[in-house]
């Protein structure tokens, strides 16, 4: 029998409890509760299969960065397609989408790098990141120089490697590579040790990683990963100088440092890219996705200096990694007329005048007793709700206060992405100051409203 594909909120919910395998999910509570079906968008709104309409603050995922409904970029994706929808980059064959976006890429990245190697994801571009350290360094003879370092609180992907970069907190009941992948601590000034000055937890944090360095051995430690701002693990700005001292403790012990800019690349911050721009570093490989092509296609890029491709480009040794999909027409066009936009409206430039508004609309938050810290930066912003500020103590797991302020949002028409105690926000760059007034009001009164929940159920005194 031929499956029924009507197009009705409750036929939808129902299958997709059936057959769908959702991402970071409770599968058991999906059995039971099922999912909200979006079903069309427009500029910054999102709406449901019934009609209802929400402000999408959370960008897709860190993802649609000029907002939906973009008729031009419709028409780019089609008119590639038209022409040819799909061709493989593998060996001796390209597209012209491919050579032009890489071509525009390398305009814009910071120092030499210049070299794009395209995929489909963020996991995929921090992936091959290290495939092509470790290729590097094989080519030089130092098959030794294998270990990695991240951060506690990182997110780097979910694939099997990209995970293992990514911070503990995501590895409960998963396997992970274990050996090579090495965590110090995450910059997190408002978890720093009670007493300790900003500037004294920054000199502990690259004490910590020069001493990590030596403790692996120079000689075998490859690269040390990074996010500008740390992302999934609860958007932490780290001290002010951070990057650009781990920058030269990795240049000073011959590791190359690994800027992840999956989220912070594309306007986010208010700059194409944040390493050199906002951390004043010049990174040996930068990663990015998501804002590349706003969502509109699956995009990815690791992008590697002109040292690193000289050496693995020297005669003697194939390059031997790649995917079906590896610089896509389709998805490289998508990313072309994705970058014309953001220039052609100065979308970075919009971003750095309206992102102190966001901040200061939502730093306000911080006037409520539920909330610690309010914390990011310009269109990457998190909420830490503590259940007393002077302790920084948190409510327990099983109250799940970020999941019930983000369903009192989502009540009153906005979407927020809960993580624990947690609340983070992500949306489109095209947001308006009246937008911003509402996201603000919004959450101010979901967080009032779990205050009044959580205290009439006797889990927090107030």
């Given at each position: 029998m031929e499956p029924n594909f009507e197009f009705s909120t409750q036929d939808l919910w129902e299958r997709d409890t059936e057959y769908v395998l959702h991402p970071f999910s409770d599968l058991a509570a999906h059995k039971k509760d099922g999912c909200t079906v979006i079903a069309s968008a427009e500029g910054v709104t999102v709406s449901d299969s019934d009609g209802n309409r929400f402000i999408d603050g959370i960008g897709g995922l860190w993802c649609v960065n000029i907002g939906y409904g973009r008729e031009e970029m419709v028409e780019a994706i089609a008119d590639q397609i038209r022409k040819i929808p799909f061709y493989s980059a593998f060996t001796n064959l390209t597209n012209a989408p491919a050579v032009n976006l890489a071509t525009k890429l390398a305009s814009l990245t910071p120092g030499d790098l210049n070299k794009v190697f395209f995929g489909t994801g963020g996991s995929m571009a921090n992936d091959t990141a290290i495939r092509i350290v470790h290729h590097y360094f094989n080519r030089l003879g130092k098959l030794e120089k294998k270990h990695v370092i991240s951060r506690e609180h990182a997110y780097h992907g979910s694939t099997f490697l990209a995970m293992s970069m990514t911070g503990p907190a995501y590895h409960a009941g998963w396997d992970v590579a274990t050996g090579f992948v090495h965590h110090v601590s995450a910059p997190y000034p408002y978890r720093r040790p009670d007493g300790m000055s900003v500037d004294g937890f920054r000199a502990q944090l690259v004490d910590e990683l020069e001493n990590k360095i030596l403790e692996i051995g120079p000689e075998n430690?490859?690269?040390?990963?990074?996010?500008?701002?740390?992302?999934?693990?609860?958007?932490?700005?780290?001290?002010?100088?951070?990057?650009?001292?781990?920058?030269?403790?990795?240049?000073?012990?011959?590791?190359?440092?690994?800027?992840?800019?999956?989220?912070?690349?594309?306007?986010?911050?208010?700059?194409?890219?944040?390493?050199?721009?906002?951390?004043?570093?010049?990174p040996d490989i930068l990663c990015t996705a998501k804002g590349i092509s706003s969502g509109y296609q699956p995009l990815s890029a690791t992008i590697i200096s002109e040292r690193i491709y000289e050496v693995i480009s020297d005669p003697g040794g194939a390059f031997l990694h790649g995917f079906?999909?590896?610089?896509?027409?389709?998805?490289?066009?998508?990313?072309?007329?994705?970058?014309?936009?953001?220039?052609?409206?100065?979308?970075?430039?919009?971003?750095?005048?309206?992102?102190?508004?966001?901040?200061?609309?939502?730093?306000?938050?911080?006037?409520?007793?539920?909330?610690?810290?309010?914390?990011?930066?310009?269109?990457?912003?998190?909420?830490?709700?503590?259940?007393?500020?002077?302790?920084?103590?948190?409510?327990?797991?099983?109250?799940?206060?970020?999941?019930?302020?983000?369903?009192?949002?989502?009540?009153?028409?906005?979407?927020?992405?809960?993580?624990?105690?947690?609340?983070?926000?992500?949306?489109?760059?095209?947001?308006?100051?009246?937008?911003?007034?509402q996201i603000a009001e919004i959450l101010c009164k979901s967080i009032k409203a779990t205050m009044d929940d959580i205290a009439r159920e006797g889990l927090w005194k107030g």
């Open positions: 430690t490859a690269a040390f990963i990074a996010e500008p701002i740390m992302g999934a693990g609860g958007v932490i700005v780290p001290p002010p100088g951070y990057h650009r001292a781990t920058w030269e403790v990795c240049q000073k012990y011959d590791v190359l440092y690994i800027s992840d800019e999956v989220v912070t690349a594309f306007g986010r911050l208010g700059h194409m890219f944040a390493s050199r721009d906002i951390f004043d570093v010049e079906t999909y590896t610089g896509h027409p389709a998805c490289c066009a998508a990313g072309l007329k994705n970058i014309e936009i953001l220039e052609r409206e100065d979308i970075c430039g919009r971003v750095r005048r309206t992102g102190p508004l966001f901040e200061d609309a939502l730093g306000a938050l911080t006037d409520l007793d539920l909330v610690g810290e309010v914390r990011g930066s310009h269109f990457m912003m998190c909420v830490e709700n503590v259940a007393d500020k002077g302790t920084k103590k948190l409510l327990p797991a099983e109250v799940q206060v970020g999941k019930r302020i983000a369903n009192h949002c989502q009540k009153l028409g906005l979407i927020v992405r809960p993580l624990e105690h947690l609340n983070i926000l992500s949306p489109p760059l095209i947001l308006s100051e009246e937008q911003i007034g």
